[in-house]
């Protein structure tokens, strides 16, 4: 269950995708092929709830205990597991540090090793987590283009990711 990130990189990378449902940066399927403008006003309308949340317990507090540290509350627990989530490839793609004569990028897969262009994994998705659960069948992570292009047809049983 586990993805190599390797080649043409100052440093290859081991990515775990089963860790990932407790990651911020992920992001909801639903979501992730929203255009920038709509999803803006989704950030921002959170974030306004948040910081009435945060207000609100400030206001209502009885006591001056200290904040217990809670990971995650029932319902974001009960939210995870109801949803599927993409990560965004490109901050691995960062911290890797790709060679600068890196052009092409090979995804070897289970059926077939498919080549696409280091821009095009730039702006890729990876999908780790349907309904809740990794992807057991076709896993561990299927890729899919930000643009939505291959949406109905994502390139499935992504095992290594291997920069030219």
């Given at each position: 269950?586990?993805?190599?990130?390797?080649?043409?990189?100052?440093?290859?990378?081991?990515?775990?995708?089963?860790?990932?449902?407790?990651?911020?940066?992920?992001?909801?399927?639903?979501?992730?092929?929203?255009?920038?403008?709509?999803?803006?006003?989704?950030?921002?309308?959170?974030?306004?709830?948040?910081?009435?949340?945060?207000?609100?317990?400030?206001?209502?507090?009885?006591?001056?205990?200290?904040?217990?540290?809670?990971?995650?509350?029932?319902?974001?627990?009960?939210?995870?597991?109801?949803?599927?989530?993409?990560?965004?490839?490109?901050?691995?793609?960062?911290?890797?540090?790709?060679?600068?004569?890196?052009?092409?990028?090979?995804?070897?897969?289970?059926?077939?090793?498919?080549l696409i262009s280091l821009e095009q994994l730039r702006n890729?998705?990876?999908?780790?987590?349907?309904?809740?659960?990794?992807?057991?069948?076709?896993?561990?992570?299927?890729?899919?283009?930000?643009?939505?292009?291959?949406?109905?047809?994502?390139?499935?049983?992504?095992?290594?990711?291997?920069?030219?």
């Amino acid at each position: 269950m586990i993805v190599q990130l390797a080649g043409n990189v100052g440093y290859p990378i081991t990515l775990d995708p089963t860790v990932w449902i407790f990651d911020d940066r992920k992001v909801l399927f639903e979501e992730a092929f929203i255009k920038k403008e709509e999803s803006t006003h989704t950030y921002e309308r959170n974030e306004l709830d948040e910081a009435a949340e945060r207000w609100n317990r400030a206001i209502h507090l009885s006591d001056a205990r200290p904040p217990v540290n809670k990971s995650i509350t029932r319902f974001e627990r009960e939210k995870i597991l109801k949803n599927s989530y993409v990560m965004p490839i490109q901050e691995f793609i960062v911290h890797a540090e790709v060679a600068d004569d890196a052009k092409d990028v090979t995804l070897i897969t289970d059926d077939k090793d498919v080549l696409i262009s280091l821009e095009q994994l730039r702006n890729c998705y990876l999908l780790f987590a349907n309904k809740g659960k990794p992807l057991k069948e076709n896993g561990p992570v299927h890729l899919y283009f930000r643009d939505g292009s291959n949406q109905e047809t994502p390139i499935t049983s992504v095992k290594k990711i291997v920069i030219n």
